[in-house]
Nanobody, 122 residues
Framework: QVQLVETGGGLVQPGGSLRLSCAHS????????MHWYRQAPGKQREVVAT???????TYADSVKGRFTLSRNDAKNTVYLQMNMLKPDDTAVYYC????????????????WGQGTQVTVSS
C-alpha cells in the first residue's frame, strides 16, 4: 500500500511563501511522475504542477514563475515551493503520485496524499 504524507500548509499573508511536501516513508520509493492539485471552495480541482520522467516539470499558467516543483535527493519526497502567494492561491493542495520505482519495481497507480490547507490572507 502506498501512503503519502503531505505537510507544509498554513496561513500566510499575500506575497509570502510556503513549501509543501509530499513524502513516502521509504527512501527506496523513487517518485517518477506526479501532480500537485488544488481545490478551492466552490471551484473545480485544478492541476498546479506536474512532474514527468523524474525530471520534467510543467506548471499551470496561474502559478508559472511563482511555484517550483522539486524532489529531494532520495527522490521519495516531492516539494512544491510557493512564492509570491496570492489570495487566489487559497485552496486545499493534494499530491497525486502516478508512477514510482520501488525496490526496482515499477508502481503505477493513482496515490493521493491527505491534502493540506493553504490560506493566503491578510
Amino acid at each position: 500500500q502506498v501512503q503519502l504524507v503531505e505537510t507544509g500548509g498554513g496561513l500566510v499573508q499575500p506575497g509570502g511563501s510556503l513549501r509543501l511536501s509530499c513524502a513516502h516513508s521509504e527512501n527506496a520509493f523513487d517518485i517518477n511522475a506526479m501532480h500537485w492539485y488544488r481545490q478551492a471552495p466552490g471551484k473545480q480541482r485544478e492541476v498546479v504542477a506536474t512532474l514527468t520522467n523524474g525530471d520534467t516539470t510543467t506548471y499551470a499558467d496561474s502559478v508559472k514563475g511563482r511555484f517550483t516543483l522539486s524532489r529531494n535527493d532520495a527522490k521519495n519526497t516531492v516539494y512544491l515551493q510557493m512564492n509570491m502567494l496570492k489570495p487566489d492561491d487559497t485552496a486545499v493542495y493534494y499530491c497525486d503520485v502516478r508512477l514510482a520505482i520501488f525496490n526496482g519495481r515499477m508502481i503505477a497507480g493513482d496515490y493521493w496524499g491527505q491534502g493540506t490547507q493553504v490560506t493566503v490572507s491578510s
